[in-house]
């Protein structure tokens, strides 16, 4: 499960080979005790919970960063190590 950004105490993982549960591109983002799936086309919560705050800054990062972010889970959805991606700045 490799971290590909950290931000403002926020890890972004990408699973290899994480698409049967959900189905569909997406990230795993936890803070503090918080855990979440989102949805890498549209920034939707498909899983768990995040603050408020933290999810809006996990969705404005995946705005900047989706092709990135779709070009990583092609990688790990293949069993691939996916890059890391610039944080929030």
């Not at 950004?5 to 189905?23: C, E, T």
Request: glycine residues 6%; negative net charge.
């Amino acid at each position: 499960m490799p971290t590909i950004s950290m931000f403002y105490g926020i890890l972004i993982v990408m699973i290899y080979r994480d698409n049967a549960r959900h189905n569909k591109s997406h990230i795993h983002a936890r803070y503090q005790g918080f855990k979440a799936s989102i949805s890498i086309e549209d920034g939707t919560l498909l899983d768990g919970e995040l603050p408020p705050r933290q999810f809006r800054m996990v969705q404005v990062w995946m705005d900047i960063h989706r092709d990135e972010l779709l070009a990583d889970w092609e990688l790990a959805v293949n069993g691939e190590e996916p890059f890391k991606i610039d944080p929030l700045k």
